[in-house]
């Protein structure tokens, strides 16, 4: 096989991966907040307006938008949008809807057909990563772990930063792995630009540019002087240069370089005004603005970022530290929890993860021919460790497990060493480890697919599956409201039922008497978080027997002609 080359079974997983994200990104219908993503980039294309959607960079909406432009569609935002308010982008999404609602689906689908290629860059890199790290086998576990985890299914198919985060997050790390081992200009252009094309997915990857000096400050050899230290500053400066560029190039320059002095935050961390003394449970829009900056006598500082960028930055950090409804293993909180993260893995993931997972920490612990020498380990460490303590100082943000999807490719790079122990000893035996490998290996695969292509709703069998997932984490860990096409087809087999009216086929099936604080007779098609919610005026439905569930979000209810529930007066 040449240098760089992928062996063809490679290929032949890499086929099956893209045929599973194929099939969901048709199945499942546009979730949570990509509905509004893909509108909001066809406004950046036309328009080259950036204010919707702003939270995030906009590489996945100007990715997924892009073959959107070459469809058929009616959608000209030619009416200016600067407003950075969600409802901005809510009212790109509605007009959308309204023009395009006879080839919604056919439009979302192509530009996740646009997203999907980031999911197989991500493959192949832990692929060779880990076979650089730990032999061919190692390869080979890495890339069945990204390919086949139920996360990565259920994540990659979308129009959303995540995806495009755990991918190029791991191109930018091992980019800059080859530029360390080879310090030379193309290695370092190529590090500059994945590490651009990586905080064009999510500003969560900004500690990247700090990180990364150090870490080469530590570990670089200091045999080859000053000269050679000379030599590797100047690409790394490089480096920063080219990423720094594609950033601002992408949002066209448009106020880079702006005083600090002259932005107004909303974020406690920015504006200096803590959060106790912004409005309670308004949204992040109506916060009190300020900036802290300008007490520091730092107003005068020029940031070398794009204006809306680090808008972006300062409302997605106001938007984690308000206070908000949040779920885990049956109780509720509006504080969240900072061990949140770990308690979701432990029903999140299948087991045989975890137990590659203690598996490989066994034998990294007790051996180092299970190591892959101090650089190479911090390597993989450090961005997986800084993102995680990051996510877990945004504790109060206690829904979306999805969040560190950008660590999974570290992790599964990091297990692959499990490859070794087959063949690490001289006595019999081998056989026996390498069908446990494969064993632990194969479950992880059967258990993902079994729930496939629900892969959303994914509950590891330790709870006892997907359908009693709702028992331990809502929101997006079970429902982004994904199965409105299910819906449509269960409701296309039973004609009694009132289609539902909501965009996200999450709430009811009929219209709410909230004057008569009651639920009349009739149909309900209510999701699990309105089920469960205290305050939600379908929790008086919790404790009857369901007509049917459809996929595992959604329980359907028939309230008799003789039967009328009155609502609590604490309902929302």
């Given at each position: 096989m040449h240098k760089g080359r992928l062996p063809r079974w490679v290929w032949v997983v890499l086929l099956v991966h893209l045929a599973l994200l194929l099939y969901i990104a048709w199945a499942h219908s546009p979730v949570e907040n990509e509905g509004e993503y893909l509108p909001a980039g066809i406004c950046h294309w036309k328009t080259g307006i950036f204010e919707p959607s702003c939270r995030n960079p906009p590489l996945s909406r100007l990715v997924g938008a892009l073959p959107v432009l070459l469809l058929p569609h009616k959608f000209q935002p030619e009416w200016a949008i600067t407003d950075s308010d969600a409802k901005a982008s809510e009212s790109l999404y509605l007009e959308f809807v309204t023009n395009n609602d006879d080839r919604m689906r056919w439009l979302y689908f192509a530009g996740r057909l646009a997203c999907i290629p980031f999911s197989l860059l991500g493959a192949a890199i832990c692929y060779s990563w880990a076979r650089e790290l730990f032999g061919p086998t190692a390869g080979a576990v890495a890339l069945l772990l990204w390919c086949f985890s139920p996360e990565m299914l259920a994540n990659n198919a979308l129009i959303m930063p995540d995806n495009f985060a755990a991918s190029l997050g791991v191109w930018a790390a091992y980019r800059f792995r080859q530029w360390l081992r080879e310090p030379n200009w193309p290695?370092?252009?190529?590090?500059?630009?994945?590490?651009?094309?990586?905080?064009?997915?999510?500003?969560?990857?900004?500690?990247?540019?700090?990180?990364l000096p150090c870490f080469w400050l530590v570990t670089r050899s200091y045999k080859s002087g000053l000269k050679g230290f000379v030599y590797e500053f100047s690409q790394l400066c490089w480096l920063c240069v080219i990423a720094l560029f594609l950033i601002n190039a992408t949002y066209g320059f448009e106020g880079t370089l702006q005083?600090?002095?002259?932005?107004?935050?909303?974020?406690?961390?920015?504006?200096?005004?803590?959060?106790?003394?912004?409005?309670?449970?308004?949204?992040?829009?109506?916060?009190?603005?300020?900036?802290?900056?300008?007490?520091?006598?730092?107003?005068?500082?020029?940031?070398p970022l794009p204006r809306l960028y680090v808008v972006g930055i300062d409302l997605q950090s106001a938007a984690a530290q308000q206070r908000r409804d949040?779920?885990?293993f049956g109780g509720w909180n509006k504080e969240g929890w900072w061990y949140y993260y770990f308690a979701a893995a432990l029903v999140k993931l299948p087991l045989g993860i975890w137990s590659l997972v203690a598996l490989a920490a066994v034998?990294?612990?007790?051996?180092?021919?299970?190591?892959?020498?101090?650089?190479?380990?911090?390597?993989?460490?450090i961005p997986a460790l800084v993102m995680l303590l990051l996510l877990i100082s945004q504790h109060r943000i206690s829904r979306h497990f999805r969040y560190v999807l950008p660590i999974a490719p570290f992790a599964y790079i990091s297990i692959s060493r499990v490859a070794r122990y087959p063949n690490a000893y001289k006595r019999t035996g081998g056989a026996l480890r390498m069908g446990a490998v494969a064993s632990l290996l194969s479950a992880t695969v059967v258990s993902s697919l079994a729930v496939y292509p629900h892969s959303m709703s994914y509950f590891n069998e330790a709870i006892g599956g997907p359908?009693?997932?709702?028992?331990?984490?809502?929101?997006?860990?079970?429902?982004?409201?994904?199965?409105?096409?299910?819906?449509?087809?269960?409701?296309?087999?039973h004609p009694e039922v009132p289609a539902a009216h909501n965009r996200n086929y999450s709430s009811i099936g009929r219209s709410l008497d909230r004057d008569a604080r009651v639920l009349r007779a009739g149909w309900y098609l209510v999701s699990a978080e309105e089920l469960l919610h205290p305050k939600s005026p379908f929790h008086v439905l919790w404790g009857m027997e369901p007509k049917a569930r459809i996929a595992y979000t959604t329980w359907v209810f028939h309230v008799p002609r003789d039967m009328t529930i009155r609502l609590p007066e604490e309902t929302r």
């Open positions: 290695n370092s252009m190529l590090a500059g630009v994945s590490l651009g094309w990586t905080l064009l997915a999510k500003a969560t990857w900004l500690f990247l540019p700090v990180v005083p600090l002095g002259k932005y107004q935050f909303r974020s406690p961390i920015f504006s200096g005004i803590s959060i106790a003394e912004q409005p309670e449970g308004e949204p992040v829009s109506k916060f009190d603005m300020g900036n802290r900056f300008v007490n520091w006598h730092l107003g005068w500082v020029p940031v949040n779920y885990l034998l990294a612990l007790c051996s180092s021919r299970f190591r892959a020498g101090w650089k190479e380990e911090l390597w993989l460490l359908g009693r997932g709702y028992k331990y984490l809502l929101g997006s860990n079970l429902d982004r409201g994904q199965d409105a096409y299910y819906i449509d087809q269960w409701q296309r087999t």
